[in-house]
């Protein structure tokens, strides 16, 4: 297992706003917002999140999970592996001090995606969200300098009012890949399955109504997650709300 304990801090920074340029732009115009200090390990987390998620998408092997678990194992010793964004993200987490079961959780979403996992209730669905989106908002919490804990968990709400966000975004998309967010209770109930929605079957008057109602539960979420952002310094406050605002508008 190669690794590399190299300080090239700038250079790292660099490959991973290069990595961010394609498929991250709300992300990259809030950045631009964030008190400088804030935009490099921003960056890196962010980096770190779109690898884990694509190398999953490259790598189908039975083991690719672990490898990336052994990879954030590294990551948290201190030791990372030979690239700039394992790299920028164990010096990321060295200074801020982010718990190792916070990025191991993500992981942990992002292989429910891998198994093709589908949601029964909404309940299983916010666990799904908690995990690859409100751990990046503790992650990101945890950079501005926030670490009590009920204002970590309005990051969280706000991961999770984004996630469902973007699973309403996009149902047709997800359909045609075989995959199906919106909980099977919740469809049921408008006589639907996840087997007709991927089949394109399903009444589309009937989804639309799971995806609207699942709307104004991302909507409970963005409430919440408004009372914790005065507890954020204001640059970063800002940042974090023009973000949010953007997510919103699209639901």
């Known amino acids: ?18 990595l961010l340029k394609t498929g ?85 979403g ?19 969200a908690a995990r690859v989106a409100g751990t990046v908002g503790v992650m990101m919490a945890l950079v501005m300098g926030v670490r009590a804990p009920n204002t970590l968990a309005r990051a969280i709400d706000l991961g999770i009012a984004m996630q469902l966000t973007n699973i309403c975004r996009d149902v047709r998309e997800d359909a045609l ?12 109930d408008v006589g639907v399955t996840p087997e007709a929605l991927v089949r394109g079957t399903a009444d589309p008057d009937a989804v639309s109504q799971v995806v609207l109602d699942l709307i104004a539960v991302a909507e409970t979420y963005y409430a919440s997650a408004w009372s914790g952002l005065h507890y954020l310094p204001f640059r970063a406050r800002f940042a974090i709300l023009v973000a949010a605002r953007v997510y919103r508008r699209i639901g």
């Open 177 to 188: 890949e075989g995959r199906v967010y919106l909980p099977a209770t919740r469809l049921a």
């Open 110 to 128: 992002l292989a429910w995606d891998r198994a093709g996992r589908g949601y029964e209730t909404l309940a299983d669905l916010q666990a799904y």
């Open 24 to 108: 991250s732009r709300t992300f990259q115009a809030a950045s631009f917002l964030l008190p400088r200090r804030d935009r490099d390990p921003a960056s890196a987390l962010y980096a770190f999140c779109r690898l884990a998620d694509e190398s999953l998408d490259i790598d189908c092997e039975v083991g690719s999970i672990q490898r990336l678990n052994t990879r954030l194992d590294y990551v948290n010793r201190g030791s990372p592996q030979a690239h700039p964004v394992d790299r920028a993200m164990m010096r990321v987490v060295e200074q801020y001090a982010i718990p190792k079961h916070v990025p191991a959780a993500l992981i942990e």
């Open 1 to 18: 297992m190669q690794r590399s304990s190299e300080h090239s801090g700038p250079a790292d920074i660099a490959a991973c706003r290069a």
